[in-house]
C-alpha cells in the first residue's frame, strides 16, 4: 500500500473524462505531491493508498475546478457603474476608469478573486494595466493564476464616436515592458501555478510594429498571447477608418494568429470570420453575461465550437458583468444561445459545464494540466453541497439532475471546497489564504473619492446613467 497526502470521497462525481462528463458513484481521488495518482471507486483507492489525510464528502458532488479565462478583477472597484448603456467603454466605465488608482484597483482585485473562488473558480485568468499585486495575491491564496498585462499604443483618454485612437509610441514600449518584467518575476512561479502571458489589448489599440512585437515575444519565451478580437461596433469602426478592413481580416492578411492565442469575444464576428479564427488553432473565451449586458449581443462561441475550436467561459468585469461567478456564466451561455436560437435543446447543461472545465482549460492551454479529474494531471477540484435547497432533490435514476441543477438553480454558495495542486485554498466559504473582511473593509473606503474624481467628466459626457441619476432613475 503507497503512502499519499490526500484521498478525496465523495457519493457523486464528474470527471470529465472522455467525450461527455465521466460520472461516478461512491468513488475517490487520490492525491500526491499535488497532481492526481488516481480515480476511482472507494473500495479500489482505499485498498491501495494509505494517506496522510482523508476527506470524507458525505453529501456532495466533485468536479475538476472551474476555468475563468478572462477576467479584469481591477475592475471591480468599479462594480455597477457602467450598465444600461450604449457605447459601454467611452461613455460608461472610462469616467470612473480614470479616477481609480493602482491601490483602489488593487483592493477591487483582492475582492473579486475571493469572490471567484468562493464560487468555485480554482484558475484565474486575470488581465490589466499592473499585475504584480494581483499575482501577489494569487499567490497567497493558492489559486491558479493565467495572467496578461495590457499592451496598448492609444492614450487612455474619453474618444468621441468616429474619433480616431490616438497612438503614443513610448507608452506602447512601456506597457510591452512592463509585461516582459511581470513575467520575468512571476512566470512559472510554485510550480508553474502562476503563468503570465502577453496581452496586446486588441489590433485597435496599438500599432502595427507593437502588436507584431507582442507575438514575438511571447513566442520567444513559450508563453501565450491573451487579446480581445472584433468586440464590437467600436473595433470596427477603428480598424475600417485607419486601415480600411474588419479586424480578422487584417489579421488573417498579417497571418497574426495561431495556436498560441487565446481570443476574447469575437463579438461582432460573421460566421465565415469565426470559422477563420478557429482554423488558425487558436482558443476562444467567451463572456455572455459581460456582452449581453455590454452590448446586446450573444457571441458566437457555438459557432466557434462547431468549426473545430475549443471554447470556455469567463466573467470580464463587475462594471459590464457585476460578477465574477462562473456558476452564473454556465447559465448565461446556456439560456443565450437557447433564445437566440428559439431552440431549447441548443447548449444542454452538460456543454456548458464542459466549458466550464475541460473546454475552457484546453481553450487557454492547459488542458494537458487541468480541467479534469484524470491520473496525471494537477489535483485542481471542488466539491458542490448537494445539501443546498438550489441542488435539492437528488434524483440519480431515470436520469441524474445533479448537473441541470448546478447550471440553472445554484448560485455559488453551494461550493463547500476548493482545492489547487493538492491544497485546500477555500472550505465552507472561508478562502484560507485571505481575511475576507479585510478586503471588504478597505474596498468600502474608496467609492467616495472615486465619484468626486469621475464627477465632473461623467455628468460632462451626459451618458445613459448620468440622465438616469438626473431623473431620478438610480
Not at 487520490?30 to 493508498?49: K, M, N, Q, W
Amino acid at each position: 500500500m503507497s503512502r499519499i497526502d490526500t484521498i478525496i470521497k465523495a457519493p457523486h462525481m464528474y470527471t470529465m473524462a472522455g467525450d461527455g462528463l465521466g460520472y461516478m458513484d461512491s468513488a475517490a481521488v487520490a492525491i500526491d505531491s499535488g497532481r492526481i495518482l488516481a480515480v476511482g471507486p472507494v473500495a479500489d483507492i482505499e485498498a491501495a493508498y494509505q494517506p496522510e489525510q482523508t476527506l470524507e464528502m458525505e453529501h456532495h458532488l466533485l468536479l475538476p475546478g472551474f476555468v475563468d479565462g478572462h477576467m479584469h478583477t481591477s475592475c471591480n472597484i468599479l462594480r455597477g457603474l457602467a450598465q444600461d448603456t450604449d457605447n459601454w467603454m467611452m461613455n460608461g466605465l472610462q469616467p470612473f476608469d480614470n479616477a481609480a488608482t493602482q491601490e483602489e484597483r488593487d483592493a477591487g482585485s483582492r475582492l473579486a478573486i475571493i469572490e471567484a473562488i468562493q464560487a468555485g473558480t480554482t484558475t484565474l485568468g486575470d488581465y490589466d494595466h499592473d499585475m504584480d499585486a494581483v499575482c501577489a495575491f494569487i499567490a497567497k491564496v493558492g489559486a491558479r493564476g493565467n495572467i496578461a498585462q495590457t499592451v496598448r499604443s492609444a492614450k487612455h483618454q474619453v474618444y468621441k464616436p468616429g474619433e480616431l485612437y490616438v497612438f503614443d509610441t513610448d507608452q506602447g514600449e512601456q506597457s510591452l515592458a512592463r509585461n516582459i518584467a511581470l513575467y520575468k518575476k512571476w512566470h512559472g512561479h510554485d510550480g508553474g501555478r502562476i503563468r503570465v502571458l502577453f496581452g496586446p489589448q486588441g489590433a485597435d489599440f496599438m500599432d502595427t510594429t507593437l502588436l507584431q512585437r507582442c507575438k514575438d515575444e511571447a513566442k520567444k519565451r513559450g508563453t501565450r498571447v491573451h487579446i480581445h478580437l472584433q468586440q464590437g461596433s467600436r473595433e470596427l469602426a477603428q480598424m475600417e477608418m485607419r486601415y480600411g478592413m474588419r479586424t480578422v481580416a487584417f489579421l488573417e492578411q498579417t497571418h497574426y494568429l495561431d495556436e498560441n492565442f487565446i481570443v476574447v469575444h469575437l463579438t461582432s464576428c460573421e460566421e465565415d470570420e469565426v470559422r477563420a479564427v478557429a482554423k488558425t488553432g487558436a482558443g476562444m473565451v467567451v463572456c455572455p453575461g459581460s456582452i449581453a449586458i455590454i452590448d446586446g449581443l450573444v457571441c458566437p462561441s457555438m459557432a466557434f465550437q462547431q468549426a473545430g475550436g475549443a471554447c470556455g467561459l469567463g466573467s470580464d468585469q463587475a462594471p459590464g458583468n457585476n460578477c465574477h461567478n462562473i456558476i452564473n456564466e454556465m447559465k448565461n451561455v446556456a439560456l443565450f444561445n437557447k433564445i437566440m436560437r428559439a431552440d431549447p435543446e441548443v447548449m444542454p447543461a452538460w456543454a456548458a459545464l464542459r466549458m466550464a472545465t475541460i473546454e475552457g482549460a484546453r481553450a487557454i492551454g492547459l488542458g494537458g494540466e487541468i480541467g479534469s479529474l484524470e491520473a496525471g494531471k494537477k489535483a485542481d477540484l471542488i466539491a458542490v453541497d448537494l445539501n443546498y435547497p438550489s441542488m435539492q432533490p437528488v434524483f440519480t435514476h431515470p436520469m441524474r439532475n445533479m448537473v441541470p441543477n448546478l447550471v440553472y438553480s445554484a448560485r455559488g454558495r453551494e461550493v463547500a471546497l476548493s482545492m489547487v495542486d493538492g491544497r485546500v485554498i477555500m472550505r465552507d466559504g472561508v478562502v484560507l489564504g485571505a481575511d475576507a473582511a479585510d478586503c471588504l473593509r478597505a474596498v468600502a473606503a474608496y467609492p467616495d473619492g472615486i465619484g468626486a474624481r469621475a464627477e465632473k467628466e461623467f455628468f460632462a459626457i451626459n451618458g445613459t446613467n448620468a440622465q438616469y441619476m438626473r431623473n431620478d432613475q438610480l
